[in-house]
C-alpha cells in the first residue's frame, strides 16, 4: 500500500490510469489504516459521492468547495480527513479549522489527532501536540482557530476549513475568504461546510453566489451516507421512505448512518425539516411571511461596527422551547429614541431548563455590559417580554428578577394581528438585526404560512422557523401595539399607565 505522500505525487501525473490508480489508492489507505469505508457511490442526481469531495479537494482539482450535506451526513469527519492528509502527504502545508460552533471545530480537531495517533506514517513526523495546535517535523501543520472575527484575522494557511457556516455571521465568511494563501508547492483552499437550514441563510447565498466566489458546489444527503439496505428490510424501507432513489436498496457501498436512526429522525422531525437537513432539499422559498429578496432585507447591522448605546432602554424578548426543534430563545434588544429596534443579541438554547439557561444570559450581559461600560443584569434590563402562554416558566424569570410584562389584549396576543406590525416595521427600517444573531436571521427569512393540501397557502403561519420571530412579536406587540407610527407605548415609558389606545399591558 502506498504512503500518502506516493498517492498525491501519482496523481500528479495526470494520465487517467494514474489518476485513477490514486484515488483507488486513497480509499484503500482510509479503509485499511483506519476502517473508514468512505462512501464512494452516489445515488441522487446532481449529487456527489462522499469519498469524491474528500478526493477532489486533497488533489487539489478545484480552488474552493462547499459542501452542503444532510445532518450526521460526515461532514465533519470528511474535514479532518483532509487536514490529516494534507498534513501527511504535502510537506510544510498548513492548515486551520473554524467552525461557527467553536465545540464543532473542537471535535474535527479531536478526529484529526485520533487518525494522527492511529497511523503508524503519523507518529514518525508527529512533533508537538497540544490542545489546539498540532505541528509535524516536516513543517506542517494544524490550527483551531475560534469562529470569530479576531480570531480569522491573523493567519494565512494553506488550507482552511470553515463548519457548518449557516449558523455564521456574513462579516466572518468574508473575513475566511481571505484566510487560505497558496505557497511555491501547496496551492491555497477553503473548504466550507455545512447543513442548510434557512431559504435565504449564508448556505443560500453561497449556492447563489458560488460561480462569481469561484465555489465548487457539492451535496450529498442521506441516501449517500446511509448503511446498504438488507434484503429483509427492504419492504419496510419502501413503506416509510418512498421518496427513496431505486439506487438506494442496490448500492453494495458503506454507509455510516444506521436504517434505524433514518426511521427515528423521519418519524420525529416535521417533513420541511426532513427534507432540508436530510435530503438536502433546497428549503421553501414561497408562502414566506417576510418575504424578502434577500438578507439586506432585514436591514441588517455589520456586527464590527454596531456599540451600544450608552443610555437607551434594553430589553429581553423570549420565546419558550426545549428541543432540538423547538429551542428557547431569547433575544436582547435596545430601543433607540423610542422607536428603532435593534435586535443585538440572540440566546438559542436546545434541552436546557430555565437554571441552565439562566447562566448564558448573565454571560451574555456581563459581556455586553463591559463592552458598553453599562451595568447589565437580568434585573436591571427595562423589560422581559415573554411568551405569556406558560405561567410557570414565567415565575421563574421573575424570581431571577426580570421585569416580567405581558400583553393581555386577547386581540394582540393572536399571531396574524402581530405579524403585520412587525412586517411593517421591518419594512419602514424600525426594526434591525445585527449580523451575528445568525439563527434570528435564518429563520426570518424562512417563516412560512401553512401549505394546503392544493398548494396554495393559509392565512396561518405554520409552525416552523417562528421562535425568534415569536420573540420579536412579543416584544413589537407590547412596546409598538399601533405600529411604528404610534411610537414607544405609553407603558413602556411609564409602567403605571396604560398603553395608548385602550390596550392593557400586565406588569409583575
Known amino acids: 500500500m502506498r504512503t500518502l505522500e506516493a498517492i498525491y505525487k501519482l496523481y500528479q501525473l495526470g494520465t487517467p490510469e494514474a489518476i485513477k490508480e490514486a484515488k483507488d489508492g486513497l480509499h484503500l489507505y482510509f ?18 459521492a462522499p469519498f469524491d469531495v474528500f478526493a477532489d479537494m486533497f488533489f487539489e482539482r478545484v480552488p474552493n468547495g462547499l459542501l452542503k450535506a444532510n ?55 508527529l512533533g508537538d501536540s497540544l490542545i489546539s495546535r498540532t505541528a509535524f517535523k516536516t513543517g506542517s501543520s494544524v490550527e483551531i482557530l475560534s469562529g470569530t472575527i479576531r480570531g480569522l484575522n491573523s493567519p494565512h ?40 437550514k434557512y431559504a435565504q ?36 424501507f419502501r413503506r416509510i421512505f418512498p421518496e427513496a432513489p431505486e439506487e438506494v436498496y442496490t448500492k453494495k457501498d458503506s454507509g455510516f448512518i444506521s436504517i434505524d436512526d433514518a ?109 458598553s461600560g453599562r451595568d447589565l443584569r437580568i434585573s436591571t434590563l427595562d423589560g422581559w417580554f415573554p411568551d405569556p402562554a406558560d405561567p410557570a416558566e414565567i415565575d421563574d424569570r421573575i424570581h431571577s428578577g426580570a421585569r416580567v410584562q405581558v400583553q ?4 394582540m396576543r393572536k399571531v396574524d394581528n402581530g405579524i403585520p406590525i412587525v412586517r411593517r416595521l ?28 392544493d398548494g396554495t397557502y393559509a392565512d396561518v403561519p405554520d409552525k416552523k422557523f417562528d421562535h425568534g420571530p415569536d420573540a420579536l412579536r412579543y416584544l413589537v406587540v407590547n412596546l409598538f401595539p399601533l405600529g411604528a407610527s404610534g411610537g414607544l407605548s405609553d407603558n413602556m415609558i411609564k409602567k403605571d399607565k396604560t398603553i395608548t389606545g385602550g390596550i392593557q399591558s400586565e406588569v409583575f
Not at 80 to 97: D, H, M, R, V
Not at 168 to 195: C, H, M, P, V, Y
Not at 223 to 233: K, S, V
Not at 408 to 411: A, G, L, Q, S, V
Request: with cysteine; glycine share 6%; hydrophobic share 35%.
Open 263 to 371: 426511521i427515528r429522525a423521519k418519524r420525529n422531525l416535521d417533513p420541511e425539516i426532513w427534507e432540508a437537513q436530510w435530503l438536502c432539499l433546497r428549503p421553501e422559498r414561497t408562502g414566506l411571511i417576510y418575504p424578502f429578496e434577500n438578507i439586506e432585507g432585514l436591514n441588517l447591522i455589520d456586527s464590527n461596527k454596531f456599540e451600544l448605546d450608552k443610555y437607551a432602554p434594553i430589553y429581553a424578548a423570549e420565546d419558550f422551547g426545549y428541543s432540538e426543534d423547538h429551542p428557547n430563545v431569547i433575544l436582547l434588544v435596545q430601543v433607540i429614541g423610542g422607536k428603532q429596534v435593534i435586535v443585538f443579541d440572540e440566546i438559542y438554547t436546545r434541552g436546557k431548563s430555565w437554571r441552565e439557561i439562566e447562566p448564558e444570559v448573565v454571560r451574555h450581559l456581563d459581556e455586553w455590559g463591559g463592552k
Open 426 to 453: 421591518i419594512i419602514d427600517r424600525q426594526v434591525k438585526v445585527v449580523s451575528h444573531c445568525t439563527e434570528l436571521i435564518g429563520e426570518l427569512l424562512s417563516y412560512h404560512y401553512r401549505r394546503n393540501a
Open 71 to 125: 445532518r450526521a451526513g460526515g461532514k465533519t469527519s470528511i474535514s479532518a480527513y483532509l487536514l490529516y492528509a494534507n498534513s501527511i502527504a504535502k510537506p510544510g502545508c498548513e492548515s486551520a479549522n473554524a467552525g461557527a460552533i467553536q465545540e464543532q471545530a473542537k471535535k474535527c480537531y479531536r478526529y484529526f489527532s485520533e487518525l494522527c495517533h492511529a497511523d503508524r506514517e503519523a507518529l514518525g513526523i
Open 408 to 411: 393581555t389584549d386577547p386581540e
Open 31 to 48: 479503509k485499511e489504516t483506519f476502517g473508514r469505508n468512505i462512501p464512494r457511490v452516489r445515488t441522487c442526481a446532481n449529487h456527489t
Open 157 to 196: 494557511p494553506h488550507k482552511f476549513h470553515f463548519d457548518e457556516v449557516e449558523l455564521s455571521d456574513w462579516a466572518l465568511i468574508q473575513e475566511a475568504f481571505s484566510l487560505a494563501r497558496s505557497s511555491k508547492n501547496i496551492k491555497g483552499q477553503n473548504f466550507i461546510t455545512s447543513t442548510q
Open 201 to 236: 441563510g449564508v448556505m443560500g447565498r453561497l449556492i447563489n453566489e458560488a460561480v462569481e466566489r469561484d465555489l465548487k458546489v457539492y451535496t450529498f444527503c442521506i441516501w449517500e451516507t446511509i448503511e446498504p439496505i438488507p434484503e429483509d428490510r427492504k419492504e419496510e
